[in-house]
């Protein structure tokens, strides 16, 4: 389990194909203990991602994409030089700053403008129509593993993001522009209560 709270930006320095799995190294960030005892099995979040370490040398990690990892999410496009946003899993007892994650990816959106000035950046975010249920006006989600307060909602997916100076210093929302794809998995309590009460409905709609 992840909280949305990114530990820093890593960089990739490697991405080698071999077949159908993809090796991705990442040089992670030192600010936060993002590198601190982290073991070969260990769990790590990449943009959003929850993907397992496969090889440990100090910063430098690298992990396994399978295909279903290259296809549903925008790791697919990163190449040596992309950044990343960079969270060690939660242990028992650590501070849920920001809310409960899977780092299971459940899509990409678009980013659909971005602005930004000395300190601050607004960003409209425009996801699958599917998941406008989910998306709710400060409701919470996740875009590339971050977690974040949804602004205005247009009620077809897309929704509106205002970034303060902290996550803008820690992640890579600061670099995004139109056009860019980002990762998105909805708040799991969201989509429970979005989901039971749409059975509800559509039970006693049966029963009438």
């Known amino acids: 389990m992840f909280t949305g709270i990114v530990q820093g930006v890593g960089t990739v320095t490697a991405s080698e194909q071999g077949g159908e799995v993809t090796e991705l190294t990442i040089r992670l960030p030192e600010q936060r203990g993002a590198s601190s ?23 430098s990690v690298t992990f396994d994409l399978v295909q279903e990892t290259l296809r549903r999410t925008t790791l697919g496009a990163r190449s040596v030089g992309s950044r990343v946003n960079v969270e060690r ?4 007892g650590d501070e849920v700053g920001g809310h409960l994650l899977s780092g299971h990816v459940i899509a990409t959106a678009e980013v659909a403008s971005a602005e930004s000035s000395a300190e601050t950046a607004e960003l409209f975010i425009r996801a699958p129509s599917e998941l406008a249920p989910y998306i709710i006006e400060k409701g919470f989600i996740a875009v590339d ?12 997916g897309g929704f509106s993001l205002h970034i303060i100076p902290e996550t803008l210093r820690q992640t890579t929302l600061g670099s995004k522009v139109e056009g860019n794809r ?6 799991s309590m969201t989509q429970v209560m979005v ?6 409905m559509r039970t006693s709609e049966d029963s009438a």
């Open 182 to 187: 980002v990762n998105i998995e909805i708040d």
């Open 37 to 59: 005892d982290l073991e070969v099995g260990g769990s790590v979040a990449l943009d959003g991602v929850c993907l397992t370490a496969t090889s440990v040398n100090g910063d």
């Open 89 to 92: 899993a939660m242990r028992y």
């Open 195 to 200: 989901e039971s009460v749409q059975r509800y």
């Open 145 to 156: 593993g971050i977690s974040l307060t949804i602004g205005e909602v247009d009620g077809d």
